[in-house]
Protein backbone atom coordinates (compact mmCIF):
# COMPACT_ATOMS: atom_id res chain seq x y z
CA UNK A 1 0.00 0.00 0.00
CA UNK A 2 1.31 3.01 -0.91
CA UNK A 3 2.41 5.50 1.40
CA UNK A 4 0.84 8.82 1.14
CA UNK A 5 2.22 11.63 3.84
CA UNK A 6 -0.68 13.91 5.62
CA UNK A 7 -0.35 17.69 4.39
CA UNK A 8 0.18 19.96 7.54
CA UNK A 9 -2.67 22.28 8.52
CA UNK A 10 -3.03 25.52 6.82
CA UNK A 11 -2.47 27.49 10.05
CA UNK A 12 -3.16 31.58 9.79
CA UNK A 13 -1.38 32.69 12.35
CA UNK A 14 -0.69 36.05 13.49
CA UNK A 15 3.33 36.56 13.47
CA UNK A 16 6.38 35.24 11.73
CA UNK A 17 7.35 34.01 15.49
CA UNK A 18 4.35 31.92 15.73
CA UNK A 19 5.03 30.75 12.38
CA UNK A 20 8.25 29.62 13.35
CA UNK A 21 7.16 28.74 16.72
CA UNK A 22 4.69 25.93 14.60
CA UNK A 23 7.55 24.67 12.57
CA UNK A 24 9.69 23.82 15.54
CA UNK A 25 6.75 21.90 16.97
CA UNK A 26 6.16 19.77 14.10
CA UNK A 27 9.88 19.17 14.01
CA UNK A 28 10.03 17.85 17.53
CA UNK A 29 6.90 16.16 17.10
CA UNK A 30 7.61 14.36 13.70
CA UNK A 31 11.54 13.25 15.30
CA UNK A 32 10.86 13.18 18.83
CA UNK A 33 7.40 12.18 19.61
CA UNK A 34 5.08 10.14 16.84
CA UNK A 35 7.95 7.94 15.66
CA UNK A 36 7.65 6.42 19.67
CA UNK A 37 3.99 6.91 20.29
CA UNK A 38 2.59 3.56 19.55
CA UNK A 39 4.94 1.23 20.95
CA UNK A 40 5.51 3.74 24.38
CA UNK A 41 1.69 3.83 24.63
CA UNK A 42 1.46 0.08 24.53
CA UNK A 43 4.05 -0.03 27.35
CA UNK A 44 2.87 2.47 29.15
CA UNK A 45 5.75 4.84 29.45
CA UNK A 46 5.64 7.96 30.44
CA UNK A 47 7.72 10.35 28.09
CA UNK A 48 9.23 12.48 30.88
CA UNK A 49 12.59 13.03 28.17
CA UNK A 50 9.89 14.75 25.69
CA UNK A 51 8.74 17.08 28.78
CA UNK A 52 12.18 18.02 29.28
CA UNK A 53 13.29 18.67 25.59
CA UNK A 54 9.21 20.62 25.75
CA UNK A 55 11.11 23.04 28.44
CA UNK A 56 14.57 23.28 27.61
CA UNK A 57 12.56 24.41 24.17
CA UNK A 58 10.09 27.21 25.84
CA UNK A 59 7.30 25.04 24.91
CA UNK A 60 6.03 24.95 28.32
CA UNK A 61 5.59 28.66 29.73
CA UNK A 62 3.61 30.05 25.92
CA UNK A 63 1.15 32.02 26.95
CA UNK A 64 2.84 33.17 30.23
CA UNK A 65 5.36 36.42 30.24
CA UNK A 66 8.59 36.63 29.74
CA UNK A 67 9.64 38.07 32.73
CA UNK A 68 9.04 35.26 34.39
CA UNK A 69 10.49 32.37 31.80
CA UNK A 70 7.46 32.27 29.58
CA UNK A 71 6.91 32.28 26.04
CA UNK A 72 4.69 35.89 25.83
CA UNK A 73 2.28 34.01 23.21
CA UNK A 74 -1.31 34.38 22.73
CA UNK A 75 -3.32 31.83 23.64
CA UNK A 76 -4.12 31.47 19.50
CA UNK A 77 -1.41 30.72 19.28
CA UNK A 78 -0.27 28.52 22.08
CA UNK A 79 -3.68 26.20 21.49
CA UNK A 80 -2.47 25.51 18.35
CA UNK A 81 0.89 23.95 19.47
CA UNK A 82 -1.16 21.97 21.76
CA UNK A 83 -3.16 20.49 18.83
CA UNK A 84 0.14 20.03 16.65
CA UNK A 85 1.28 17.98 19.95
CA UNK A 86 -1.95 15.68 20.90
CA UNK A 87 -2.12 15.28 17.48
CA UNK A 88 1.68 13.67 17.17
CA UNK A 89 0.68 12.09 20.78
CA UNK A 90 -2.09 13.04 23.40
CA UNK A 91 -0.28 12.02 26.56
CA UNK A 92 1.90 14.72 25.29
CA UNK A 93 -0.55 17.26 24.09
CA UNK A 94 -2.92 17.29 27.14
CA UNK A 95 0.53 17.15 29.33
CA UNK A 96 1.29 20.28 28.19
CA UNK A 97 -1.93 21.45 29.03
CA UNK A 98 -2.45 20.28 32.44
CA UNK A 99 1.10 21.83 33.14
CA UNK A 100 0.10 24.95 32.01
CA UNK A 101 -3.22 24.86 34.10
CA UNK A 102 -1.18 23.62 37.37
CA UNK A 103 0.73 27.04 36.31
CA UNK A 104 -2.03 29.12 36.06
CA UNK A 105 -3.31 29.85 39.97
CA UNK A 106 0.48 31.35 40.69
CA UNK A 107 1.11 33.16 37.47
CA UNK A 108 -2.54 34.87 37.80
CA UNK A 109 -3.47 34.93 41.13
CA UNK A 110 0.24 34.73 43.22
CA UNK A 111 2.15 37.87 44.82
CA UNK A 112 5.42 39.51 43.08
CA UNK A 113 7.26 37.68 45.42
CA UNK A 114 5.72 34.11 44.93
CA UNK A 115 6.12 34.42 41.22
CA UNK A 116 10.05 35.93 41.73
CA UNK A 117 10.76 32.84 43.83
CA UNK A 118 8.78 30.03 41.78
CA UNK A 119 7.09 30.55 38.82
CA UNK A 120 10.48 30.64 36.84
CA UNK A 121 11.34 27.24 37.54
CA UNK A 122 7.16 25.60 36.84
CA UNK A 123 7.45 27.47 33.04
CA UNK A 124 10.93 26.62 31.91
CA UNK A 125 13.37 24.75 34.50
CA UNK A 126 12.50 21.28 33.45
CA UNK A 127 9.74 20.86 36.26
CA UNK A 128 6.49 19.68 35.41
CA UNK A 129 3.33 20.11 37.43
CA UNK A 130 -0.37 18.46 38.42
CA UNK A 131 -3.74 19.97 39.20
CA UNK A 132 -5.36 19.18 42.39
CA UNK A 133 -9.19 19.61 42.46
CA UNK A 134 -10.96 16.56 41.71
CA UNK A 135 -11.74 14.07 44.58
CA UNK A 136 -12.95 10.20 44.83
CA UNK A 137 -16.04 11.32 45.61
CA UNK A 138 -16.38 14.97 44.42
CA UNK A 139 -16.10 14.98 40.87
CA UNK A 140 -18.58 17.44 38.80
CA UNK A 141 -19.40 18.61 41.99
CA UNK A 142 -15.83 20.17 42.77
CA UNK A 143 -17.14 22.73 45.82
CA UNK A 144 -18.00 19.70 47.65
CA UNK A 145 -14.63 18.52 47.93
CA UNK A 146 -13.08 17.58 51.37
CA UNK A 147 -9.27 17.76 51.47
CA UNK A 148 -8.34 19.83 54.44
CA UNK A 149 -5.85 22.63 55.19
CA UNK A 150 -5.71 23.96 58.59
CA UNK A 151 -3.43 26.77 59.68
CA UNK A 152 -0.70 26.23 62.57
CA UNK A 153 0.57 29.49 63.40
CA UNK A 154 2.71 27.77 65.86
CA UNK A 155 0.56 29.54 68.50
CA UNK A 156 0.80 33.09 67.07
CA UNK A 157 -2.16 35.66 67.24
CA UNK A 158 -3.42 36.09 64.11
CA UNK A 159 -2.25 39.28 63.03
CA UNK A 160 -1.60 40.29 59.60
CA UNK A 161 1.80 39.01 60.03
CA UNK A 162 0.59 35.46 60.94
CA UNK A 163 -1.43 35.37 57.96
CA UNK A 164 1.76 35.29 55.96
CA UNK A 165 3.59 33.28 58.10
CA UNK A 166 3.39 29.71 59.94
CA UNK A 167 2.38 26.52 58.29
CA UNK A 168 -0.45 25.00 56.40
CA UNK A 169 -0.92 21.17 56.86
CA UNK A 170 -2.97 19.39 54.43
CA UNK A 171 -4.84 16.03 54.84
CA UNK A 172 -7.39 14.52 52.27
CA UNK A 173 -7.14 12.63 48.78
CA UNK A 174 -7.05 13.66 45.60
CA UNK A 175 -8.20 11.45 42.44
CA UNK A 176 -7.98 11.65 38.47
CA UNK A 177 -4.34 13.30 38.76
CA UNK A 178 -2.68 13.59 35.71
CA UNK A 179 0.94 13.23 36.58
CA UNK A 180 -0.07 12.05 39.85
CA UNK A 181 3.48 11.02 41.07
CA UNK A 182 5.43 11.88 38.43
CA UNK A 183 4.48 15.77 39.03
CA UNK A 184 7.65 18.50 40.69
CA UNK A 185 4.59 20.19 41.91
CA UNK A 186 0.90 20.32 42.74
CA UNK A 187 -1.94 22.89 42.58
CA UNK A 188 -4.32 21.73 45.27
CA UNK A 189 -7.66 23.17 46.07
CA UNK A 190 -8.30 22.87 49.91
CA UNK A 191 -10.89 23.65 52.06
CA UNK A 192 -10.46 25.70 54.74
CA UNK A 193 -13.56 27.20 55.47
CA UNK A 194 -17.21 26.29 55.93
CA UNK A 195 -19.08 23.86 53.62
CA UNK A 196 -19.20 24.90 50.11
CA UNK A 197 -17.32 27.41 47.08
CA UNK A 198 -16.49 30.22 49.45
CA UNK A 199 -14.45 28.08 51.93
CA UNK A 200 -11.83 26.83 49.19
CA UNK A 201 -8.40 28.26 48.87
CA UNK A 202 -5.31 27.70 47.00
CA UNK A 203 -1.95 26.52 47.91
CA UNK A 204 1.33 25.63 45.59
CA UNK A 205 2.88 21.91 47.17
CA UNK A 206 6.07 20.96 45.95
CA UNK A 207 6.21 17.23 44.79
CA UNK A 208 8.79 16.09 46.88
CA UNK A 209 7.00 17.10 50.23
CA UNK A 210 6.93 15.11 53.28
CA UNK A 211 3.33 13.17 53.64
CA UNK A 212 2.64 13.42 49.79
CA UNK A 213 2.13 10.04 48.35
CA UNK A 214 0.59 8.69 44.98
CA UNK A 215 -1.36 5.50 44.42
CA UNK A 216 -0.57 3.02 41.70
CA UNK A 217 -1.47 5.06 38.47
CA UNK A 218 -5.44 3.68 37.22
CA UNK A 219 -5.39 1.38 34.79
CA UNK A 220 -7.25 3.22 31.61
CA UNK A 221 -8.55 2.41 28.35
CA UNK A 222 -6.28 4.47 26.62
CA UNK A 223 -3.71 7.30 27.48
CA UNK A 224 -1.51 4.50 29.26
CA UNK A 225 1.82 6.62 29.24
CA UNK A 226 0.22 9.32 30.82
CA UNK A 227 -0.22 8.12 34.78
CA UNK A 228 -3.18 9.33 36.70
CA UNK A 229 -3.60 8.61 39.68
CA UNK A 230 -5.21 9.49 43.21
CA UNK A 231 -2.88 11.86 45.26
CA UNK A 232 -2.22 11.60 49.01
CA UNK A 233 -1.98 14.18 51.84
CA UNK A 234 -1.14 13.02 54.93
CA UNK A 235 -0.10 15.69 57.51
CA UNK A 236 1.48 17.62 54.50
CA UNK A 237 3.26 21.07 55.71
CA UNK A 238 3.85 23.99 53.63
CA UNK A 239 4.76 27.12 54.71
CA UNK A 240 2.61 29.85 54.98
CA UNK A 241 3.73 31.66 51.79
CA UNK A 242 2.54 28.76 49.63
CA UNK A 243 -1.39 29.89 49.70
CA UNK A 244 -2.32 31.50 46.37
CA UNK A 245 -4.62 33.98 46.34
CA UNK A 246 -6.95 35.16 49.82
CA UNK A 247 -8.34 32.45 51.90
CA UNK A 248 -11.60 31.23 50.38
CA UNK A 249 -10.44 32.49 46.83
CA UNK A 250 -9.40 29.68 45.94
CA UNK A 251 -12.55 27.93 43.93
CA UNK A 252 -12.91 31.35 41.66
CA UNK A 253 -9.37 30.88 41.14
CA UNK A 254 -10.33 27.50 40.27
CA UNK A 255 -12.98 28.04 37.92
CA UNK A 256 -11.10 30.52 36.17
CA UNK A 257 -8.24 28.11 35.27
CA UNK A 258 -10.70 25.71 34.30
CA UNK A 259 -12.13 27.82 31.66
CA UNK A 260 -8.96 28.13 29.90
CA UNK A 261 -8.22 24.25 30.30
CA UNK A 262 -11.15 23.82 28.28
CA UNK A 263 -9.73 25.06 25.61
CA UNK A 264 -6.93 23.16 25.87
CA UNK A 265 -8.33 20.08 25.75
CA UNK A 266 -10.25 21.40 22.94
CA UNK A 267 -7.56 22.15 20.81
CA UNK A 268 -5.77 18.56 21.65
CA UNK A 269 -9.18 16.90 20.76
CA UNK A 270 -9.08 18.64 17.00
CA UNK A 271 -4.95 17.12 17.31
CA UNK A 272 -6.40 13.97 17.78
CA UNK A 273 -9.63 14.22 15.20
CA UNK A 274 -6.81 15.56 12.40
CA UNK A 275 -4.46 12.35 13.18
CA UNK A 276 -7.20 9.93 12.63
CA UNK A 277 -8.32 11.96 9.22
CA UNK A 278 -4.77 12.13 7.84
CA UNK A 279 -4.79 8.15 8.83
CA UNK A 280 -8.21 7.51 7.35
CA UNK A 281 -7.43 9.39 4.07
CA UNK A 282 -3.61 7.77 3.23
CA UNK A 283 -5.62 4.45 3.86
CA UNK A 284 -8.09 4.89 1.34
CA UNK A 285 -6.32 6.22 -1.23
CA UNK A 286 -3.65 3.06 -0.83
CA UNK A 287 -6.15 0.26 -0.35
CA UNK A 288 -7.29 -1.01 -3.66
CA UNK A 289 -10.84 -3.15 -3.92
CA UNK A 290 -12.78 -3.90 -6.62
CA UNK A 291 -9.70 -2.56 -8.84
CA UNK A 292 -9.37 0.70 -7.39
CA UNK A 293 -8.53 2.84 -4.43
CA UNK A 294 -11.69 2.41 -1.87
CA UNK A 295 -11.29 6.64 -1.99
CA UNK A 296 -13.31 6.19 -5.39
CA UNK A 297 -16.29 5.14 -3.76
CA UNK A 298 -18.65 8.03 -2.82
CA UNK A 299 -20.36 6.43 0.96
CA UNK A 300 -16.76 6.38 1.56
CA UNK A 301 -15.65 9.62 -0.10
CA UNK A 302 -18.28 11.50 1.83
CA UNK A 303 -17.35 10.26 5.49
CA UNK A 304 -14.34 11.94 5.19
CA UNK A 305 -15.55 15.21 3.89
CA UNK A 306 -17.79 15.13 6.41
CA UNK A 307 -14.82 14.29 8.78
CA UNK A 308 -12.78 16.99 7.75
CA UNK A 309 -15.86 19.26 7.63
CA UNK A 310 -16.37 18.92 11.41
CA UNK A 311 -12.47 19.16 12.47
CA UNK A 312 -12.55 22.60 10.79
CA UNK A 313 -15.78 23.68 12.66
CA UNK A 314 -14.14 22.13 15.93
CA UNK A 315 -10.79 24.13 14.87
CA UNK A 316 -12.71 27.97 14.20
CA UNK A 317 -14.94 27.41 17.66
CA UNK A 318 -11.81 26.94 19.88
CA UNK A 319 -9.38 29.97 17.66
CA UNK A 320 -12.41 32.21 18.23
CA UNK A 321 -12.72 31.27 22.14
CA UNK A 322 -9.34 31.91 22.01
CA UNK A 323 -9.17 35.24 20.75
CA UNK A 324 -11.87 36.38 22.59
CA UNK A 325 -9.89 35.20 25.68
CA UNK A 326 -6.54 37.21 24.55
CA UNK A 327 -8.63 40.70 24.00
CA UNK A 328 -9.85 40.42 27.86
CA UNK A 329 -13.34 39.53 26.72
CA UNK A 330 -15.47 36.91 28.55
CA UNK A 331 -14.95 33.51 27.08
CA UNK A 332 -16.69 30.77 29.29
CA UNK A 333 -19.49 30.26 27.50
CA UNK A 334 -17.77 30.03 24.21
CA UNK A 335 -14.77 27.68 26.08
CA UNK A 336 -17.28 25.20 26.99
CA UNK A 337 -18.48 25.28 23.36
CA UNK A 338 -15.63 24.50 21.92
CA UNK A 339 -14.84 21.68 24.79
CA UNK A 340 -18.18 19.97 24.02
CA UNK A 341 -17.69 20.17 19.99
CA UNK A 342 -14.17 19.51 19.51
CA UNK A 343 -14.33 16.43 21.76
CA UNK A 344 -17.31 15.20 20.78
CA UNK A 345 -16.28 15.79 17.23
CA UNK A 346 -12.58 13.56 18.22
CA UNK A 347 -15.11 10.28 19.64
CA UNK A 348 -16.77 10.63 15.68
CA UNK A 349 -13.89 11.32 13.85
CA UNK A 350 -11.70 8.46 15.64
CA UNK A 351 -15.03 6.30 15.22
CA UNK A 352 -15.38 7.02 11.74
CA UNK A 353 -11.75 6.49 11.14
CA UNK A 354 -11.82 2.97 12.48
CA UNK A 355 -14.80 2.19 10.10
CA UNK A 356 -12.80 3.35 6.96
CA UNK A 357 -9.79 1.03 7.83
CA UNK A 358 -12.42 -2.04 8.55
CA UNK A 359 -10.83 -4.91 9.85
CA UNK A 360 -7.58 -3.19 9.97
CA UNK A 361 -8.98 -0.19 11.27
CA UNK A 362 -9.47 -2.64 14.89
CA UNK A 363 -6.19 -3.57 15.04
CA UNK A 364 -3.16 -2.47 16.76
CA UNK A 365 -1.20 -2.20 13.67
CA UNK A 366 -2.59 1.03 12.82
CA UNK A 367 -2.89 4.09 15.34
CA UNK A 368 -6.88 4.70 14.71
CA UNK A 369 -8.03 2.31 17.42
CA UNK A 370 -5.45 4.08 19.99
CA UNK A 371 -6.93 7.23 18.62
CA UNK A 372 -10.46 5.96 19.18
CA UNK A 373 -9.73 5.08 23.16
CA UNK A 374 -7.67 8.51 23.68
CA UNK A 375 -10.59 10.24 22.27
CA UNK A 376 -13.12 9.06 24.94
CA UNK A 377 -11.52 10.36 27.95
CA UNK A 378 -11.60 14.06 26.55
CA UNK A 379 -15.16 14.52 26.54
CA UNK A 380 -14.72 13.26 30.41
CA UNK A 381 -11.75 15.72 31.28
CA UNK A 382 -12.06 19.11 32.81
CA UNK A 383 -16.22 18.69 33.09
CA UNK A 384 -17.75 16.47 31.36
CA UNK A 385 -19.92 17.63 28.26
CA UNK A 386 -22.77 17.22 30.08
CA UNK A 387 -21.58 19.39 32.61
CA UNK A 388 -20.38 21.63 29.64
CA UNK A 389 -24.26 21.98 28.23
CA UNK A 390 -24.95 23.27 32.19
CA UNK A 391 -22.37 26.02 31.36
CA UNK A 392 -23.42 27.09 28.06
CA UNK A 393 -27.59 26.95 29.07
CA UNK A 394 -26.78 29.07 31.84
CA UNK A 395 -25.49 31.66 29.40
CA UNK A 396 -28.60 31.35 27.67
CA UNK A 397 -31.26 31.11 29.99
CA UNK A 398 -29.73 32.10 33.50
CA UNK A 399 -28.95 30.13 36.43
CA UNK A 400 -31.43 26.71 37.02
CA UNK A 401 -34.74 27.51 39.61
CA UNK A 402 -34.04 25.81 42.97
Not at 369 to 387: D, P, S
Amino acid sequence: MPDRAPQPVDRHLPTDEARDLISLVRDIAQREIAPKAAEEEDAGHFPREVFALLSESGLLGLPYGSEYGGGDQPYEVYLQVLEELAAARLTVGLGVSVHSLACHALANYGTKEQRSEHLSAMLGGGLLGAYCLSEPSSGSDAASLRTKAVRDDGGTSRSSEAESGGEWVITGTKAWITHGGVADFYTVLARTGGEGARGITAFLVPGDAEGLSAAAPEKKMGMKGSPTAQVHFDGVRISGDRRIGDEGQGFAIALSALDSGRLGIAACAIGVAQAALDEAVAYAAGRRQFGRPIADFQGLRFMLADMATQIEAGRALYLAAARLRDAGRPFAKQAAMAKLHCTDTAMKVTTDAVQVLGGYGYTADFPVERLMREAKVLQIVEGTNQIQRMVIARHLAGPESR
